[in-house]
């Protein structure tokens, strides 16, 4: 068989977007061939110096399966340069530890201040800089030159054609916005400024207000024209919060995508979102199967899949708007997340826990603790300890809640404490917590719920998980068993609340409100910013109980 290849017959992959969108992360794409029970995945990854994709049409498949499918992840534009007056764009990128110019937009007077090796920056006042730099000379150097010089921004000539490089949020800012162009734009723009004045004009943002999760999908053929046109009757649309709760500013995320011949995403790395920060997400809504990670900071091993944070469930979403959803929303603390697929059992004669040392107040958001430095993990990790008791002895062999321990046959009441600490300087809320849980346990030949009572809280913080407005807030405490238990009956409350990390207490006057939820009325101190540190008691008629304490568990700003 001879198999030809010619780029020319190739079309390209358009994706359509209701917004200006580029690609950012990696682009990636795979064909899927299944005859009989043979099957072949065949896949391709690229990084964000990647804009076009273009694939070669073909005959309709008629036996067996076949689907070509490409993975998209796009947002505002960072950067767009173009000389004023002009439709010429210069193909900028900002580099890595730049400074970013104002969301706002600005245009700057260019002026030739020569190569690297011997810049001048003696007219840069107020102006950018264009500094040639055929030798890859260190940017860093003459950078902070300009900016001593005056030099409102610099703009770097590469080398090569190719003149990308990848923004990143985290580590200290360079002196003054700096800005790198491909050779062959950057000739062209210092031919025009040897000519007569030329400014350029700047736009674009880091924190896009939108960003559109795609699964381009042709089953069968690729046809002549593979477009994809993302809107609410193939997407779904899912206003997201991610929650601030230190200084970093910045998060790691992903939504990682794979389809239902995968068993798991590949070709999908780390990407940032800003903390304190609300945007729309687009999701392809299909057969596509999603599942979404949110670390609390950033990471360095950003080409690597992101290997921590708080995970959902995987699943599939139908199109139209959705609900919005928070991460790392107020109250962070441990519990057993709703609609677990481990719950934590009895089984024979062990208890099988698995329970999560953070959980947000969205449901089914969860996420162990941070095993601290090392590939892909987090700078530095958290501190988990635990302690489990049966009639009163300390069970040997227990460390964590996320274990097998063997216990003696015979019922016992057992009490289980949990605690935890962020020794993150980024974690600022929910830096520890403390939870006991209290229940009888015996033999159970298959695997059976424990009962342990969970809480669930509802606070109305904003992005940066504070409360607002005056002294008086309420907050909202419901009460649940795991699935699979009988609802808890004669269930009793009590919220204590501490305005000074826990040296005093002020119990909150509390009321029923719906089912097996309760509403707690707080007054905060005077002044105009304070934590609030919570403690939650619960107990039911089968002497369930569960004692839950988050110190510093949000804040109240006026």
């Known amino acids: 068989m001879t198999v030809t290849l010619d780029a020319r017959d190739t079309v390209p992959v358009e994706i359509r977007t209701p917004r200006p969108a580029e690609q950012r992360g990696i682009l990636s794409n795979q064909t899927y061939r299944e005859i009989g029970r043979r099957g072949l995945t065949q896949g391709t990854m690229f990084f964000d110096s990647a804009k076009r994709l273009y694939i070669s049409p073909t005959a309709r498949v008629t036996e067996g399966t076949f689907e070509f499918a490409s993975r998209w992840q796009l947002v505002a534009p960072i950067l767009k340069a173009k000389v004023k007056m002009t439709h010429v764009g210069l193909g900028a990128y900002y580099l890595p530890m730049s400074p970013l110019l104002p969301e706002s937009g600005e245009t700057l007077t260019a002026v030739d201040a020569g190569d690297a090796d011997k810049p001048d920056f003696t007219k840069a006042r107020g102006r950018i ?15 902070e030159r300009a900016a001593k010089a005056g030099a409102r921004a610099v703009l770097v000539v590469h080398f090569d054609d190719n003149g990308w490089t990848r923004w990143q949020p985290m580590g200290e800012r360079w002196a003054v916005p700096t800005i790198r162009i491909g050779a062959s734009e950057g000739a062209g723009l210092l031919a025009r400024i040897a000519r007569a004045s030329t400014s350029v004009e700047f ?3 880091a924190r896009s207000p939108y960003l559109y999760d795609v699964m381009q999908v042709a089953r069968q053929q690729v046809p002549r024209k593979v477009v994809h046109t993302v809107s609410a009757s193939n997407s779904a649309v899912v206003p997201t919060t991610y929650a601030d709760n230190g200084v970093s500013g910045w998060a790691a995320e992903q939504r990682f995508g794979w389809r239902p011949y995968q068993q798991t995403a590949w070709n999908q790395y780390t990407r940032f979102v800003p903390l304190g920060f609300a945007r729309t997400e687009y999701v392809s809504a299909d057969e596509t199967v999603w599942q979404h990670r949110v670390h609390h900071t950033t990471t360095f091993f950003v080409d690597e899949p992101l290997a921590h944070g708080m995970l959902d469930q995987p699943r599939t979403f139908r199109a139209g708007r959705l609900p919005g959803e928070t991460w790392q929303g107020a109250i962070v603390r441990p519990s057993i997340p709703v609609g677990t697929s481990t719950p934590t059992l ?19 958001h969860w996420s162990r603790r941070s095993a601290g430095e090392g590939l892909g993990e987090a700078p530095q990790g958290d501190v988990v300890s635990a302690d489990l008791y049966r009639d009163g002895e300390k069970v040997a062999g227990v460390s964590s809640a996320w274990q097998d321990i063997s216990v003696p046959d015979a019922p016992a009441r057992y009490r289980l404490d949990l605690s935890t600490a962020r020794e993150s300087q980024d974690w600022k809320a929910g830096v520890a917590t403390r939870t006991s849980w209290s229940f009888r346990s015996g033999h159970s030949k298959e695997g059976t719920p424990l009962p342990l009572l969970q809480l669930d809280y509802d ?6 998980n504070a409360v607002g407005g005056g002294r008086s ?17 004669g269930v009793k409350l009590r919220v204590e609340a501490s305005y000074d990390d826990g040296r005093t207490w002020t119990t909150a006057r509390t009321t029923a409100h719906g089912h097996l939820g309760f509403r707690a009325s707080l007054t905060t101190p005077a002044q105009r910013r304070t934590w609030v540190t919570l403690r939650v008691t619960v107990r039911d008629s089968a002497g369930n109980t569960v004692r839950q304490t988050v110190q510093r568990a949000y804040a109240v700003h006026r």
């Open 473 to 489: 807030h309420r907050i909202e405490v419901k009460v649940r068993a795991q699935k699979g238990l009988a609802t808890p009956r």
């Open 129 to 143: 800089a264009v500094v040639n730099n055929p030798s890859g000379e260190n940017e860093k150097a003459f950078v």
């Open 203 to 205: 736009s674009g943002t």
């Open 346 to 364: 009895r089984e024979g004669n062990l208890l099988r826990l698995r329970i999560p040392e953070f959980t947000d107040s969205q449901p089914g």
């Open 459 to 464: 606070v109305p913080v904003d992005a940066r």
